[in-house]
C-alpha cells in the first residue's frame, strides 16, 4: 500500500491480522479488495543485485533504509541490548549478544523466591492489638467491667454447666475426644473464666485468638495463645494419635466455644442490668422526676446509668441466678447508694430517700429473675426482707405484684388457643384462667406444641 511521500510500500507488522481486517472489511462493505493487492511483497535485495551490480549503487541506499524500517518495529527490544557494543567485527558480535539478552531472565526465579517468602509472611489481623500487659486483668481495665469480679467469679458455675453440656454432647458420638476437651474447657476457663466480668474484652480476645488461628498476625492473639499454648497442642497431640479427623481444627473451634460462652454470658446480665434500670429510670421519671430542670435529669441520668450502678445490678442478677441471694442483695444496696450519691442534691429535692431506691432496685431485679426462674425471684425477695433492706410486707406486696405481671402477660397471649377454627371470647379465656391451676404453665405448653407444629392457633 502507497502513501504520499513514502520510499516503499507499507508493510504491516502482522500479517495475519492485516489479512484478517482486510476480509472483515470486504464483508461489511462488499468490497473486492486483496490483500496481495494492498500489501504487494517488498523487492528483494537478492534479485535487485545481478540487474544492476555497477550501475545502480545509488539504489542500494533506496532498499537498505526500506529494510532497516520494517526490522526497527519488529525487533526493537533486542535492537537496544544489541546496539551496545560499537566497535569489533559485526559477525561475531550478534553470537555474543544473545546470551546477554538471555542473561535478564536469571533473576526471574529470585523474584519468585522473594514472593514466596512474602506469601509466608502472615497478614495483619483487622483486630488492634491493645495489651501493653501480658495480663487479662489489663483488658478488663481496658474495656470496663460489666460486673465485679467477685461476682464474675462465683457466677461462673453457669458457664461451666453450658460447657459441660456442650461436652457431653461430644462425648455421646466422641468419648475419648470429648475428654481431651474436657482438659482444654478446664484450662480456658482457668485462665479466661475473669473475663466474665467483661464481654468486651471476652469479645476482643475471641477475635484475636480467632484471627491468630486463621494465620493472621496479631500481638493480641500470640500473647493470649501463649497462656493456653502447652495445654492445647498436647491435646492436639494426643487427638492425632487417637485418629481423630481435624484435630488440630476441632480444637482451636473449641477453644473460641468456650470463649464465646463467657462472652455472651457476660452480655447477658449486662443487658438484664440496663432493662432493671430502665424500670428503675421510668418509674422516677413518672413520680419525682415530673417537675426536676434538665441539668438535674442529667446528674440522674450520668448517675443512673454509671459504670458502678449497672455493674452493681449486673452481678446481684448473677449471684441470684447462682443461688448467692445475700450477696445479690448487698449488691442491690450497694448500687441504691451509688445512685444516690452520684445526685444528692436532686434526691434530696424530690424528697426520695435511699431506701425507696433499693425497694425500687429489689423490685426490677426480683422482675428480671422472675423470667428467668420465679422460685429464685420469691428467695430473693425474702433474702432481702431477711437482710433488712425491706420490709417484709413489702417483699410479699412485691412478689404478688411480679405474679400478676406474669398473670397479665399470660393472658394478653392465651387466646392463642388450640381449637382449630374456633375462637374463644375473651371472657371465656378469663374462666379458662381461673379453672386452670397454673395459666402460664399451660401456655408454655400451648406454645411448645404450636411451635412442634401439632395445634392450629386462632388468629385474634
Given at each position: 500500500?502507497?502513501?504520499?511521500?513514502?520510499?516503499?510500500?507499507?508493510?504491516?507488522?502482522?500479517?495475519?491480522?492485516?489479512?484478517?481486517?482486510?476480509?472483515?472489511?470486504?464483508?461489511?462493505?462488499?468490497?473486492?479488495?486483496?490483500?496481495?493487492?494492498?500489501f504487494p511483497p517488498p523487492p528483494k535485495p537478492e534479485a535487485?543485485?545481478?540487474?544492476?551490480?555497477?550501475?545502480?549503487?545509488?539504489?542500494?541506499?533506496?532498499?537498505?533504509?526500506?529494510?532497516?524500517?520494517?526490522?526497527?518495529?519488529?525487533?526493537?527490544?533486542?535492537?537496544?541490548?544489541?546496539?551496545?557494543?560499537?566497535?569489533?567485527?559485526?559477525?561475531?558480535?550478534?553470537?555474543?549478544?544473545?546470551?546477554?539478552?538471555?542473561?535478564?531472565?536469571?533473576?526471574?526465579?529470585?523474584?519468585?523466591?522473594?514472593r514466596g517468602l512474602r506469601r509466608e509472611k502472615r497478614p495483619?489481623?483487622?483486630?488492634?492489638?491493645?495489651?501493653?500487659?501480658?495480663?487479662?486483668?489489663?483488658?478488663?481495665?481496658?474495656?470496663?467491667?460489666?460486673?465485679?469480679?467477685?461476682?464474675?467469679?462465683?457466677?461462673?458455675?453457669?458457664?461451666?454447666?453450658?460447657?459441660?453440656?456442650?461436652?457431653?454432647?461430644?462425648?455421646?458420638?466422641?468419648?475419648?475426644?470429648?475428654?481431651?476437651?474436657?482438659?482444654?474447657?478446664?484450662?480456658?476457663?482457668?485462665?479466661?473464666?475473669?473475663l466474665l466480668a467483661s464481654p468486651d474484652a471476652a469479645r476482643?480476645?475471641?477475635?484475636?485468638?480467632?484471627?491468630?488461628?486463621?494465620?493472621?498476625?496479631?500481638?493480641?492473639?500470640?500473647?493470649?495463645?501463649?497462656?493456653?499454648?502447652?495445654?492445647?497442642?498436647?491435646?492436639?497431640?494426643?487427638?492425632?494419635?487417637?485418629?481423630?479427623?481435624?484435630?488440630?481444627?476441632?480444637?482451636?473451634?473449641?477453644?473460641?466455644?468456650?470463649?464465646?460462652?463467657?462472652?455472651?454470658?457476660?452480655?447477658?446480665?449486662?443487658?438484664?442490668?440496663?432493662?432493671?434500670?430502665?424500670?428503675?429510670?421510668?418509674?422516677?421519671?413518672?413520680?419525682?422526676?415530673?417537675?426536676?430542670?434538665?441539668?438535674?435529669?442529667?446528674?440522674?441520668?450520668?448517675?443512673?446509668?454509671?459504670?458502678?450502678?449497672?455493674?452493681?445490678?449486673?452481678?446481684?442478677?448473677?449471684?441470684?441466678?447462682?443461688?448467692?441471694?445475700?450477696?445479690?442483695?448487698?449488691?442491690?444496696?450497694?448500687?441504691?447508694?451509688?445512685?444516690?450519691?452520684?445526685?444528692?442534691?436532686?434526691?434530696?429535692?424530690?424528697?426520695?430517700?435511699?431506701?425507696?431506691?433499693?425497694?425500687?432496685?429489689?423490685?426490677?431485679?426480683?422482675?428480671?429473675?422472675?423470667?428467668?426462674?420465679?422460685?429464685?425471684?420469691?428467695?430473693?425477695?425474702?433474702?432481702?426482707?431477711?437482710?433488712?433492706?425491706?420490709?417484709?410486707?413489702?417483699?410479699?406486696?412485691?412478689?404478688?405484684?411480679?405474679?400478676?405481671?406474669?398473670?397479665?402477660?399470660?393472658?394478653?397471649?392465651?387466646?392463642?388457643?388450640?381449637?382449630?377454627?374456633?375462637?374463644?371470647?375473651?371472657?371465656?379465656?378469663?374462666?379458662?384462667?381461673?379453672?386452670?391451676?397454673?395459666?402460664?404453665?399451660?401456655?408454655?405448653?400451648?406454645?411448645?406444641?404450636?411451635?412442634?407444629?401439632?395445634?392450629?392457633?386462632?388468629?385474634?
Amino acid at each position: 500500500m502507497w502513501f504520499e511521500r513514502m520510499a516503499a510500500p507499507h508493510q504491516p507488522r502482522k500479517p495475519a491480522a492485516a489479512r484478517k481486517a482486510v476480509e472483515l472489511f470486504n464483508a461489511f462493505v462488499g468490497a473486492g479488495f486483496k490483500y496481495e493487492e494492498l500489501f504487494p511483497p517488498p523487492p528483494k535485495p537478492e534479485a535487485a543485485k545481478p540487474a544492476g551490480a555497477v550501475k545502480p549503487e545509488a539504489a542500494k541506499p533506496e532498499t537498505k533504509p526500506a529494510m532497516e524500517v520494517q526490522r526497527p518495529l519488529e525487533e526493537r527490544g533486542l535492537r537496544r541490548e544489541v546496539e551496545k557494543p560499537e566497535v569489533g567485527p559485526q559477525a561475531v558480535r550478534p553470537e555474543v549478544g544473545k546470551p546477554e539478552v538471555v542473561k535478564p531472565e536469571a533473576p526471574k526465579p529470585e523474584a519468585e523466591v522473594v514472593r514466596g517468602l512474602r506469601r509466608e509472611k502472615r497478614p495483619r489481623a483487622p483486630v488492634v492489638d491493645v495489651m501493653r500487659v501480658e495480663s487479662v486483668d489489663y483488658l478488663l481495665e481496658r474495656f470496663g467491667l460489666a460486673l465485679d469480679r467477685e461476682a464474675a467469679f462465683k457466677a461462673k458455675s453457669l458457664v461451666t454447666a453450658k460447657v459441660k453440656a456442650r461436652l457431653e454432647k461430644v462425648a455421646a458420638k466422641e468419648p475419648e475426644f470429648a475428654h481431651i476437651l474436657a482438659e482444654v474447657a478446664e484450662r480456658v476457663l482457668s485462665s479466661f473464666g475473669r473475663l466474665l466480668a467483661s464481654p468486651d474484652a471476652a469479645r476482643h480476645v475471641y477475635n484475636a485468638l480467632f484471627y491468630f488461628f486463621e494465620g493472621y498476625e496479631t500481638r493480641d492473639g500470640e500473647v493470649l495463645f501463649k497462656m493456653i499454648e502447652h495445654t492445647v497442642r498436647e491435646a492436639v497431640r494426643r487427638a492425632e494419635e487417637a485418629g481423630i479427623p481435624d484435630a488440630e481444627y476441632r480444637v482451636k473451634q473449641f477453644v473460641l466455644e468456650v470463649i464465646d460462652i463467657l462472652a455472651k454470658a457476660g452480655e447477658r446480665y449486662r443487658r438484664d442490668a440496663l432493662k432493671a434500670v430502665s424500670t428503675v429510670e421510668k418509674t422516677l421519671r413518672a413520680t419525682a422526676f415530673a417537675g426536676l430542670s434538665a441539668a438535674a435529669l442529667y446528674s440522674v441520668y450520668s448517675g443512673l446509668y454509671s459504670e458502678a450502678v449497672v455493674s452493681s445490678v449486673a452481678s446481684a442478677v448473677a449471684l441470684a441466678e447462682v443461688g448467692q441471694f445475700k450477696e445479690a442483695v448487698q449488691y442491690v444496696q450497694k448500687a441504691a447508694k451509688a445512685l444516690y450519691e452520684a445526685a444528692k442534691e436532686v434526691f434530696e429535692q424530690v424528697k426520695v430517700t435511699v431506701q425507696r431506691l433499693v425497694e425500687l432496685f429489689v423490685e426490677t431485679v426480683a422482675r428480671v429473675l422472675a423470667w428467668v426462674d420465679e422460685h429464685k425471684a420469691y428467695l430473693f425477695l425474702i433474702a432481702a426482707a431477711a437482710a433488712g433492706a425491706i420490709a417484709l410486707s413489702v417483699a410479699l406486696n412485691l412478689w404478688g405484684l411480679v405474679e400478676m405481671e406474669k398473670l397479665a402477660y399470660a393472658a394478653s397471649l392465651t387466646p392463642f388457643v388450640p381449637a382449630g377454627v374456633k375462637e374463644y371470647s375473651r371472657e371465656e379465656v378469663f374462666k379458662m384462667l381461673k379453672e386452670v391451676p397454673d395459666p402460664y404453665e399451660k401456655f408454655k405448653k400451648i406454645a411448645r406444641e404450636a411451635n412442634a407444629g401439632r395445634v392450629k392457633l386462632a388468629e385474634p
